[in-house]
């Protein structure tokens, strides 16, 4: 019964590779949201898609692009992984109609040696 | 944009003692103001939330109070107990945008037994 998933859950990889996290959630939830969480924390937004539509875009390198196949589906790949790239990846969904509370996933541990 | 500031950064009480986080925003059109608790190696969740129509809201040991005159809004936890140890962000969500979160940059709240 897992609302927001997540694959994989830690991934350990060289600088230069390319690598996706993938997430899926069950909630039937038209939003879906990527954030990365750093050393010190700080969760910030990079992606929102609402119905398969782009809607939030932060400045985030040109590297990391999302694709949602579906409303139910958010993906994240990110190429040529550098040292900073290193941090917690969290998907969340939120339902936008009306109530605004955003559920997480379990977050990816990306680690880039 | 909306920028949200979370004070204190640590903060360590004595178990049954309260706890108070402080936020302040810069967007006085942020009408929704959420707390999510994330535990150590786990995903940030909803504890509490609050709309800019309402001054006050309480749910058994924790409460949040908004002042909107002044852009800010807090936290309080009372009767601390050991399993309150977490990270606690606060975020704020303007009107003219109904997915954004901005977060705080996170309390880590420590419950001495």
């Known amino acids: 019964d897992t609302a927001v998933s997540q694959t994989p859950k830690y991934l350990v990889t060289q600088m230069g590779n390319d690598k996706s996290i993938k997430c899926e959630q069950n909630?039937?939830?038209?939003?879906m949201y990527w954030y990365k969480q750093d050393s010190k924390k700080f969760l910030k937004i990079m992606f929102s898609?609402?119905?398969?539509?782009?809607?939030i875009n932060e400045t985030v390198p040109n590297r990391f692009s999302p694709k949602s196949p579906d409303k139910a589906h958010l993906n994240l790949h990110i190429n040529s992984l550098e040292l900073g790239d290193s941090a917690v990846y969290f998907c969340?969904?939120?339902?936008?109609?009306?109530?605004?509370?955003?559920?997480f996933g379990p977050g990816t541990r990306l680690t880039v040696t | 944009g909306e920028n949200v500031e979370q004070h204190p950064s640590t903060l360590s009480v004595q178990e049954g003692d309260s706890a108070v986080i402080k936020c302040t925003y810069s967007d006085s059109a942020s009408n929704y103001f959420p707390w999510y608790k994330q535990e150590l190696g786990k995903r940030p969740q909803l504890i509490i939330d609050i709309r800019s129509n309402v001054g006050e809201k309480k749910d058994q040991r924790i409460a949040v109070t908004l002042n909107k005159t002044a852009k800010h809004f807090s936290l309080h936890i009372t009767e601390t107990q050991p399993e309150d140890s977490a990270v606690y962000f606060c975020?704020?969500?303007?009107?003219?945008?109904?997915?954004?979160?901005?977060f705080g940059a996170g309390t880590t709240v420590t419950v001495r037994a």
């Open positions: 898609y609402n119905n398969k539509e782009l809607i």
């Open positions: 975020a704020a969500k303007p009107s003219s945008n109904d997915y954004k979160l901005s």
């Open positions: 909630l039937g939830h038209d939003t």
């Open positions: 969340a969904s939120s339902d936008g109609q009306g109530s605004y509370e955003q559920y």
